[in-house]
């Protein structure tokens, strides 16, 4: 198989539904101003990436517009970067080195998040002729391509195809993603952990559940005497029936309160480490879960709650 190449990515401009190409070359190098210094990840891109991954700049310009294979010494690096190697000064125009390469800084990253797996605070981006150069390498790490609509994603993914095949001796040796297809293999992934993640909270409700079958049925077998006495004072089996449930009720209704407000820790506690990871439950998530544990309680507890009504109230007083 061949490497994709800055000329594999200017074929694919050809096609009238393609709006934007980004090549995207990936490395790691020293990176030092001064006397402060750290290892850190180096992309090499065009000044299209910036659109392509909707992200904002925080300070200075992004890349800019230039012919791919001019090696423009210019980067543009994320905010921890900036912090790291330049603290409180000024960082813009400012000369940084990259392995034995010097490039001047000409903006700083705003957006937050991931990109090709790294923090995008903790890259530098250069143009990916630069990276090339700073590298020693004419292959790129991957092209990322816009189509100008919905539409044309199916058939821009054909042109590609078509066209690096053409260019690569007739050898199929490159593989097209598309957003569609990231999506479904998410979908996929979260299908399966809701269903494994579902299948757990179904055995600990049952667990649960047997819980509090068993409380309920002590509770029962120690107060067989009260039982009795309020059965030869008149109550009926319907009274004792309501009487075990609304405990059990209590009991079910306290321990799903207990585990919503350890449940809200856990997500203040995630949201705090993890300030890009939603972890809010819906309302009706909320809601469901404290009525499926009040129905479990209750239904668990109809046994002991029918063992108690149907006491003999002779025999339980004899037991006293």
Same mark, same amino acid.
């Given at each position: 198989?061949?490497?994709?190449?800055?000329?594999?990515?200017?074929?694919?401009?050809?096609?009238?539904?393609?709006?934007?190409?980004?090549?995207?070359?990936?490395?790691?190098?020293?990176?030092?101003?001064?006397?402060?210094?750290?290892?850190?990840?180096?992309?090499?891109?065009?000044?299209?990436?910036?659109?392509?991954?909707?992200?904002?700049?925080?300070?200075?310009?992004?890349?800019?517009?230039?012919?791919?294979?001019?090696?423009?010494?210019?980067?543009?690096?994320?905010?921890?970067?900036? #912090?790291?190697?330049?603290?409180? =000064?000024?960082?813009?125009?400012?000369?940084?080195?990259?392995?034995?390469?010097?490039?001047?800084?000409?903006?700083?990253?705003?957006?937050?998040? =991931?990109?090709?797996?790294?923090?995008?605070?903790?890259?530098?981006?250069?143009?990916?002729?630069?990276?090339?150069?700073?590298?020693?390498?004419?292959?790129?790490?991957?092209?990322?391509?816009?189509?100008? #609509?919905?539409?044309?994603?199916?058939?821009?993914?054909?042109?590609?195809?078509?066209?690096?095949?053409?260019?690569?001796?007739?050898?199929? &040796?490159?593989?097209?993603?598309?957003?569609?297809?990231?999506?479904?293999?998410?979908?996929?992934?979260?299908?399966?952990?809701?269903?494994?993640?579902?299948?757990?909270?179904?055995?600990?409700?049952?667990?649960?559940?047997?819980?509090?079958? #068993?409380?309920?049925?002590?509770?029962?077998?120690?107060?067989?005497?009260?039982?009795?006495?309020?059965?030869?004072?008149?109550?009926?089996?319907?009274?004792?029936?309501?009487?075990?449930?609304?405990?059990?009720?209590?009991?079910?209704?306290?321990?799903?309160?207990?585990?919503?407000?350890?449940?809200?820790?856990?997500?203040?506690?995630?949201?705090?480490?993890?300030?890009?990871?939603?972890?809010?439950?819906?309302?009706?998530?909320?809601?469901?879960?404290?009525?499926?544990?009040?129905?479990?309680?209750?239904?668990?507890?109809?046994?002991?709650?029918?063992?108690?009504?149907?006491? &003999?109230?002779?025999?339980?007083?004899?037991?006293?």
């Amino acid at each position: 198989p061949r490497d994709l190449t800055l000329d594999d990515a200017l074929a694919l401009t050809r096609s009238y539904r393609v709006r934007r190409i980004a090549p995207l070359n990936v490395g790691s190098a020293e990176v030092s101003h001064g006397e402060r210094s750290r290892e850190s990840v180096i992309l090499g891109s065009s000044h299209e990436l910036l659109t392509i991954r909707h992200w904002e700049m925080g300070q200075g310009r992004f890349l800019p517009p230039m012919d791919l294979d001019r090696p423009t010494p210019v980067a543009v690096i994320g905010s921890t970067i900036r #912090n790291e190697l330049f603290g409180a =000064r000024r960082a813009l125009g400012e000369w940084i080195r990259i392995g034995d390469r010097r490039f001047r800084v000409i903006g700083v990253i705003g957006s937050e998040g =991931r990109s090709i797996g790294v923090d995008v605070q903790e890259i530098i981006i250069i143009p990916v002729a630069a990276a090339q150069q700073l590298f020693n390498t004419a292959s790129l790490f991957r092209v990322l391509v816009e189509a100008k #609509n919905r539409e044309a994603i199916g058939p821009v993914k054909r042109f590609i195809i078509k066209t690096l095949q053409a260019r690569h001796q007739g050898v199929k &040796d490159v593989t097209v993603i598309t957003q569609d297809a990231v999506l479904a293999t998410f979908d996929r992934i979260l299908g399966a952990l809701t269903y494994a993640v579902g299948g757990i909270a179904a055995i600990s409700l049952a667990v649960a559940g047997i819980l509090i079958m #068993n409380v309920m049925l002590v509770a029962v077998s120690q107060r067989t005497a009260e039982i009795g006495l309020l059965k030869a004072l008149g109550a009926s089996p319907r009274q004792i029936v309501i009487l075990i449930l609304a405990e059990a009720l209590l009991l079910s209704l306290l321990g799903s309160v207990a585990g919503l407000v350890l449940g809200e820790v856990g997500s203040l506690v995630i949201r705090h480490a993890l300030p890009v990871l939603p972890a809010y439950a819906p309302g009706w998530a909320v809601l469901t879960a404290v009525l499926v544990a009040i129905t479990t309680g209750l239904l668990f507890s109809l046994l002991p709650a029918r063992r108690a009504a149907r006491l &003999d109230p002779v025999q339980a007083l004899a037991r006293r």
